[in-house]
């Protein structure tokens, strides 16, 4: 009878989770011989299958059915909740032999293991992964490197320590704002409040430990409309006068608003490269109303450039993900 345990993995399901298989024995003379595993999660059950060769363990990654419920998750803005995965009644991984006998499919007795949850949406980078270390907070804000510069009458999502598990505050920006204690410590987190600028936007996003953030964007530098034109004849009775003639379909009147960090550090710069512009889920609030939209890097988007003296700076496009304008 095959068995399975735990063999490495993280809490996040953008990382590997594997679990060990110890194949049983079979008779001799078997044709071929392999293990299943079954991964139930919230009901689902997900087969894995891998052929049995030499002796010793089989690793599998179950990280691919925990992600295929976890998919099925919807965020929103506000919403500052996150469920974990792989705990609930009935969860669990069970495993057994399948091997062939003289032509008839036999299957040992089925072992059964818990899937040891939860499991949370979000990935350690590969840095972290090789390096085996851990976020102080479900953030990668370089806290310490400059103060973040925050607006005067807007809010900040502030994620929370990592020990205590996926968590989030909201943080109302004065002008006298306390960046103390926020995150539990006695240092003081760098925050610079200033008086909103004209063209200033709440942006919140699900960064890639998979707890809401925020930032401030200040710089709106350009609006485009991406129009999708359809054209088509319409055939009818000809006169003299009068002629069949084409019609046009236009839809998808989404706008695209193209963006800039404003001036960052070497810190900053890294971190809008590899969190806000990775984003699956991000709203942007306009007129008061948090809009779904879609963060779109360039092709190629420029970090460090030691040959200009330019300011550091990250340019992105907003995508809208509604048809129609944004405002009011």
């Not at 595993?37 to 925990?66: E, K, R, Y």
């Not at 054209?231 to 193209?258: C, H, M, P």
């Not at 609030?285 to 879609?294: A, I, R, S």
Request: charged content about 15%; overall charge neutral.
């Amino acid at each position: 009878m095959a068995t399975v345990s735990l063999a490495s993995g993280s809490k996040f399901i953008g990382c590997p989770v594997v679990f060990n298989v110890t194949p049983g024995s079979v008779p001799a003379g078997a044709t071929f011989h392999r293990v299943r595993v079954v991964v139930t999660v919230n009901g689902q059950a997900f087969v894995f299958s891998t052929p049995v060769s030499g002796s010793g363990s089989i690793p599998i990654d179950i990280s691919s059915a925990l992600r295929a419920v976890a998919d099925n998750h919807n965020f929103s803005a506000d919403g500052l909740s996150y469920p974990g995965f792989g705990n609930a009644s009935g969860d669990k991984i069970e495993a057994y032999d399948d091997y062939l006998v003289n032509g008839v499919e036999n299957h040992s007795a089925v072992s059964t293991g818990t899937l040891s949850g939860p499991y949370y949406i979000g990935r350690l980078t590969d840095r972290e992964r090789l390096t085996n270390e851990r976020p102080t907070y479900y953030s990668r804000k370089p806290y310490r490197s400059s103060p973040e510069i925050v607006h005067v009458g807007k809010t900040l999502v502030i994620p929370g320590a990592y020990s205590a598990g996926p968590n989030a505050t909201t943080m109302n920006i004065t002008a006298n704002t306390a960046p103390a204690n926020i995150h539990g410590e006695s240092v003081a987190v760098s925050y610079y409040p200033i008086a909103a600028p004209k063209d200033s936007y709440e942006l919140r996003f699900i960064n890639t430990l998979g707890v809401h953030e925020s930032l401030h964007v200040t710089c709106l530098r350009q609006t485009e409309v991406n129009i999708k034109n359809d054209f088509y004849s319409i055939a009818r009775l000809e006169t003299l006068t009068q002629f069949s003639r084409g019609v046009a379909v236009k839809q998808n009147d989404y706008e695209q608003w193209k963006m800039s960090s404003g001036p960052l550090d070497r810190a900053w710069q890294q971190y809008y490269l590899h969190e806000p512009l990775m984003a699956k889920w991000a709203w942007l609030k306009v007129d008061g109303q948090w809009l779904p939209v879609h963060i779109v890097p360039g092709d190629t988007t420029k970090g460090i450039d030691r040959s200009k003296g330019d300011a550091l700076t990250v340019e992105f496009t907003i995508r809208f993900d509604i048809n129609g304008s944004p405002f009011v």
